[in-house]
């Protein structure tokens, strides 16, 4: 990690949260972990793991204001409007890491994991926006019954379509983004291993491994949603719902799932998930 990276980092990731926060896609708190997250991707990976960052936050920002009047009238969930530091760290928190970890020490595992996290939380997202826009009611995943549009754990077939398409992006741009790295001359493909994946193999294989990365993410997301995430009732509403306290302020109890697993917790784990695939992909294959 370069000085000169982290402060080229910082101003492009300062101005980025400015514009988001003021546009109230950002709350201020999600504005400064914003700030880290770009400042810190910058500086490990420069423009090929900005690519992928962007890649993952300009097209989510564009997905939550499409159907805007429409997620509205959805007031059960408390996942719309803009992301503070805790939603912002459950997508980006894993990549970051990950991001760091291959600027210490160069080890394409690390890259490969930064693309299959953010992958994941793509493929979720894009899978999310687009979803609680179907008409048709969605089903869970485990238990294929209706479930209330918006709450975690249920499927539509636009929202799985969408969940594919987030995750082979992320899949495409990955793979641009290890080209740039290695025409930039910070990619290094010799890094201990048997057989050292090739400027060649590498970005085909990511162009794989991304994409799968990302779908098994998104999969262990709504799987964890539909059981070990906090499903909650407001007594008040009568209704389901995902926060504590209910978007008409009444506290809400817990109805399903373990204490303290949110939607944030989820999408940390899922993010790690599709870390892990993309990781493992490319040690099972060069390892
Ligand atoms: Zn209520």
Redesign the pocket.
């Known amino acids: 990690m370069h000085p000169r990276d982290l402060a080229i980092g910082a101003a492009f990731a300062g101005a980025i949260a400015l514009i988001a926060w003021r546009a109230r896609a950002l709350t201020p708190s999600g504005a400064v972990a914003a700030f880290a997250v770009g400042a810190l991707t910058y500086a490990s990976g420069t423009l090929g793991f900005t690519l992928v960052l962007l890649a993952f936050f300009v097209p989510s920002v564009g997905l939550s204001r499409f159907g805007r009047a429409r997620k509205r009238e959805l007031v059960d969930i408390g996942k719309h409007g803009a992301r503070d530091a805790l939603q912002v760290l459950a997508n980006g928190g894993v990549a970051t890491v990950c991001a760091v970890a291959w600027a210490f020490t160069h080890d394409p595992r690390w890259a490969f994991a930064f693309a299959g996290a953010y992958a994941a939380a793509t493929a979720d997202t894009w899978a999310t926006e687009i979803g609680t826009l179907a008409k048709r009611q969605p089903r869970s995943i485990l238990t294929l019954r209706p479930v209330a549009t918006g709450l975690s754990g249920g499927i539509t077939l636009p929202g799985t379509l969408a969940e594919f398409a987030g995750a082979f992006w992320i899949g495409v741009m990955g793979t641009v983004g290890i080209v740039l790295a290695y025409v930039l001359g910070s990619f290094d493909f010799g890094w201990s291993f048997s057989q050292a994946p090739t400027v060649v193999t590498a970005p085909v294989l990511a162009l794989f491994a991304v994409p799968v990365a990302g779908i098994a993410g998104a999969t262990l997301d709504s799987v964890l949603g539909a059981t070990a995430q906090e499903l909650r009732h407001?007594?008040?509403?009568d209704?389901t719902?995902e926060t504590d306290?209910?978007?008409?302020?009444?506290r809400?109890r817990r109805v399903r799932g373990l204490p303290g697993i949110s939607n944030d917790v989820v999408n940390l784990l899922a993010t790690a998930a599709g870390a892990a695939v993309a990781a493992g992909i490319l040690n099972a294959l060069f390892g």
């Open positions: 407001c007594d008040a509403c209704r719902c306290p209910h978007v008409c302020g009444n809400t």
